[in-house]
């Protein structure tokens, strides 16, 4: 079946037509190693500082601040490699449990029994009042809370994260990657450490940055070459970080009327469908959703067969055994967490297709209902 709408852009997103137009340009015209010792290199290195400098003022930091590198993973791992280098021996770092593998595994891997895992609020944000607590009495040195998450959407008061850990010299980093390409920019500034990733907002995989503090010294990611300043070793791949700012550039911050028309949609045929985190505040593309009946597999599956494609949380995780550690860090019933469903949209997704994809659902519903009456399979439907 030919794909009709695609609602998994939290997981990747189509390379938009500015970032391939700017990457076939530079495959073309910026593909020498900005290391090498001719002028033609030369200019292939003032493309890829440009580009650090765009890249600085739409975060209003300095250039020096901006390490390239290849993605979220790598930044994620990098902060907490540094952390663990540099921080006074057995000091403490606390972490949101609703992190991104490559957070929580950093930290365990980095820290071991040295992490403080973070309490959440009553909408499966960090509690900021908690994590207050535990700066000012001086239990951590770092602190690592995402802006956005990407299986719920749900939104960390990471401006104000940032104000209490720059009060008390604690250390702030924020993956912001599903935060970038889709909500304005402002105070990321004041996040000692950043990371984001170009796939997230129309860029090529493969491609990311990292912000580091002003000034921060001793940093450094990968061992090998001097390139970029010898943060991090390695040959630039320039084409693809010209591509990523031009996605970054034509990206835009979207509102949330067509995935609110379609959660409306939804629970009007299947009431019992359950927004998670109905109330507090979440990106405007993401609806993650706890079905009444059915593991998410066969959801996906069935809507798959109708040319939709959703997800059931992050695509990382997705060859693990075992429901997600985000929806039981906020309290989700095991059994429940198997029937969730993540629609996440972007640039080509329009209220048509949000409303399309109710209609599938409710049709695979009933697929899935009349197929399990019709067979003993209903004993192992959850
Ligand atoms: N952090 C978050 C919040 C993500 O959503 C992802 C991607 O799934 C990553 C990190 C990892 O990014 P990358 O694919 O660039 O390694």
Redesign the pocket.
Known sequence: METKAYFDY??TTPLSDAAKLAWLEAADTAWLNPSSPYRAAARVHARMENARESFAEAFAVEPQRVVFNS????G?NAVFAHWQQTLPKRSKVAVSPTE?P?VIESAKHFFKERVLWLALDEYGAVDIAALADVVLAGEVVAVSV?AAN?ETGILNPWQKIAEVCAKQQVAYHC?A??WIGKLPLDGLSNCDYVTG?A??FGGPRGV?FLMLPQGAARFQSLHGGAQQGERRAGTEDVAGVLAMLAAFEAATCGQPEARDAFMRQLQSTIPEVQLVCKHGPRLWNTASVLMPEFASERWIRALEKRGFLVSAG???SSGKEGPSHVLAAMGVDATVARRVLRMSSGSRATAEDWSLLADAIQLVYDELRSAAEGSTSRVITL
């Not at 993605?71 to 790598?74: H, K, R, V």
Request: proline share 0%.
């Open positions: 939290n997981a993605g979220a993973t790598e994620n991104h490559s995402m990407n993956d990657s599903q990733c796939h997230k990311g992050s695509a990382c």
